[in-house]
């Protein structure tokens, strides 16, 4: 579907506050793509990521009225920050949902993340769709900790608000994500394997 200019957008974004019928599934079908990638980041179950999203489209037709197109320059790019909010926010409570006993560590395993959790490493290197590939593979709470914080870029204060867990269990579940993640270079060889320091 080709990109619509910054008055076409603007026009469907209008026509999606009249409630228009035509042009909220317009927006829907302009910007699945970009909202399913998010939410299944976050749910590896398709059905579950389909389900997020469409509850994602809800809350933005929902908020929409809020969302003030004429404060931004650049439309379609606010509009997509906008969108991403959401969708993370609603994969994450569909995430909580499924796995609210997966997410909290015992008070033993938050004494393992340490300094060496927010240090460059080297899948810094990977390209986007080998990391989403390895991250696929992790536990649920390990992956929901390490797609917030290295993929979308919230603080562990902010991942523990958001997931119902303490600051503590968000840094170690992002310290054994990550040597989850090198455990798996280690076992697939991977070039980016011979850059970590033994």
């Given at each position: 579907?080709p ?13 999606c506050?009249?409630l ?27 059905d ?7 509850d ?14 004429t ?21 994450i409570d ?14 033993d395993?938050?004494g ?7 240090a ?5 290197a ?11 593979q ?19 204060e ?21 040597a ?8 697939e060889?991977?070039h980016a ?6």
């Open positions: 579907m990109t619509p200019t910054p008055a076409q957008l603007s026009d469907l974004l209008a026509g506050r009249a228009d019928r035509a042009s909220q599934r317009a927006l829907y079908q302009q910007y699945y793509g970009f909202g399913f990638a998010i939410c299944q980041r976050y749910l590896t179950d398709r579950a990521a389909l389900e997020a999203v469409n994602g489209f809800l809350k933005i037709f929902q908020e929409l009225p809020r969302f003030d197109a404060r931004y320059a650049d439309l379609a790019g606010s509009l997509r920050g906008w969108m991403h909010r959401i969708m993370v926010r609603t994969a569909h995430f909580r949902a499924e796995h609210r006993h997966s997410l909290h560590a015992g008070l395993e938050v393992e993340a340490h300094a060496e959790a927010s460059a490493t080297p899948l810094d990977l390209s986007f769709d080998e990391l989403l590939r390895l991250v696929g992790l536990s649920p709470a390990c992956r929901a900790v390490f797609n917030l914080y290295a993929i979308d870029g919230y603080t562990h902010e991942i523990a608000e958001q997931l119902s867990i303490s600051v503590g269990t968000s840094k170690s579940n992002l310290f054994k994500a990550r989850s993640l090198k455990q798996f270079l280690k076992l060889k991977h394997y011979a850059h970590y320091v033994r």
